[in-house]
């Protein structure tokens, strides 16, 4: 999903969160001026002035650079349940963004455009990273190209841990440390939740997934072409017994049980929730839509269970894709614009530092942390043309970036994922508000509801 934040990022529905598309669907090469006129996802709504008008200044700047075309930018955040509605409807963009989870059902519903010829004319397609861009393939066909790939990480509030006499420079490391941590500030700072997950819109499968990968276990298993719902396991009962003790026992999870991705990220940035999983994009979100301080944001890894050989760090991104509605003439403005505004900040030094000054200027993060679209090279070469443009204290997400590139990597389930998510939207909430509830009982009612769907699509 989005952190991706997503953010999600990715807004998460795990990440992807609920939203909407603004606007009409482009008309193409328009015999009034001879140019070809494009529609491009721009910020998800609520994201503030200075942001859209940050990118408002790129799209001049591509204008500016290709004269025959004409870029209108829309709000825009992905949201599946509308998404087919949207695309028979021409409200779609030409240029949108669709999570990891989802690329590869929308491509087999033939809902994504095959941009396989213009991407192979980029000087640098050899160069992606097949592990990310397979996300976006259907064998030899390319029908997007990721972008801001992120990895699960522990966002807190240093600020708040000061407050409870924690260290912010050494945050929790297990997860009874978290839990510890998690009572001490509940304690300690009237009316802050210690720790806290998200619970509906799909996101509260995403964030206990993400919880039972970092401890080994599985939500889907798939062996001999054969997959398996595997949410009733040693580990998610584990998983979900943890949380069940942060609520019943320790009262340190506060006391709003209904939160989404954009519910989370605003009542930690109002200082509500000091710690809760996310993707390791998000703040750039949390200083659009919710005013958060980079000085008082931080960022370490999810806390893995070294004694499990499985135990790994949920992965996510989204990708950048073309409407299949869109016009030959509109598909190559449309992945020269993807190419501008996603890419060349990535691997041109010139476009990477206006792109930061341009978020600097409009007081935007810089240095946020995501995972290499290429290799970490790039991303390594990258970080230092920008290094004077940077504004997020790296040090405050050091605990995160030092070791995530060691990280076992561990991809969502790719079978039917957010039926399941939302499936366990419930699971997590039963936990939160039933002292009595039977996780046995709750889990073995998702495996049923969601193997009935995978052995459908049989």
């Known amino acids: 999903m989005k952190s991706p934040r997503t953010i999600a990022a990715v807004a998460a529905v795990a990440l992807a969160g609920a939203g909407v598309l603004a606007g009409c669907s482009s008309a193409g090469s328009d015999a009034n001026d001879g140019k070809v006129h ?92 097949e592990n990310v861009l397979a996300v976006a393939k259907d064998g030899d066909k390319i029908y997007g190209i990721p972008y801001g790939p992120y990895a699960m990480g522990l966002s807190y509030n240093r600020d708040i841990f000061t407050k409870a006499g924690l260290d912010p420079d050494k945050p929790p490391t297990t997860w009874d440390e978290v839990r510890a941590d998690a009572k001490t500030i509940s304690e300690k700072v009237p009316g802050v939740a210690g720790y806290m997950q998200m619970t509906q819109g799909n996101t509260g499968g995403w964030e206990l997934t993400t919880t039972v990968y970092a401890r080994g276990g599985r939500m889907e298993t798939t062996e001999g072409g054969k997959t398996k719902v595997t949410t009733n396991n040693p580990v998610t009962k584990e998983a979900l017994q943890w949380l069940k003790d942060l609520r019943w026992k320790d009262n340190s999870v506060g006391s709003n049980f209904l939160l989404d991705w954009s519910g989370i990220n605003q009542a930690f940035g109002a200082g509500q929730i000091a710690m809760y999983p996310s993707g390791s994009d998000v703040l750039t979100s949390l200083v659009q839509q919710n005013a958060v301080d980079p000085k008082n944001y931080g960022l370490t890894m999810l806390p893995i269970d070294t004694s499990n050989k499985d135990a790994g760090v949920l992965g996510g991104g989204n990708v950048a894709a073309v409407s299949p509605k869109s016009s030959q003439a509109q598909k190559d403005a449309a992945v020269k614009w993807i190419d501008f505004y996603y890419m060349q900040k990535l691997l041109n030094q010139d476009q990477a530092v206006a792109d930061a000054k341009v978020l600097v200027k409009s007081g935007q993060p810089v240095g946020v942390p995501t995972l290499p679209v290429f290799d970490k090279a790039t991303y390594d070469q990258n970080m230092e043309w920008i290094k004077d443009e940077i504004n997020v204290p790296q040090a405050n997400v050091a605990p995160f970036t030092d070791k995530i590139f060691d990280a076992t990597l561990v991809p969502e389930p790719n079978k039917h994922t957010q039926e399941l998510y939302g499936a366990l939207d419930t699971v997590v909430q039963a936990v939160l508000t039933d002292q009595n509830a039977d996780i046995d009982q709750l889990l073995s009612k998702v495996d049923s509801d969601i193997q009935k769907l995978v052995d459908a699509d049989k």
């Not at 829309?74 to 669709?98: H, I, K, R, S």
């Open 38 to 129: 494009i529609t491009v996802a721009s910020l998800i709504p609520g994201s503030d002035k200075a942001s859209f008008k940050a990118f408002d200044d790129r799209v001049k700047e591509f204008e500016k650079a290709n004269p025959d075309i004409v870029v209108k930018s829309e709000e825009y955040q992905w949201t599946g349940p509308t998404f087919a509605t949207q695309l028979a409807g021409g409200t779609l963009p030409d240029v949108f963004n669709v999570p990891f989870t989802d690329s590869q059902s929308l491509i087999q519903a033939g809902q994504l455009a095959d941009i396989s010829a213009e991407v192979n004319k980029l000087p640098y397609a050899s160069k992606f990273n």
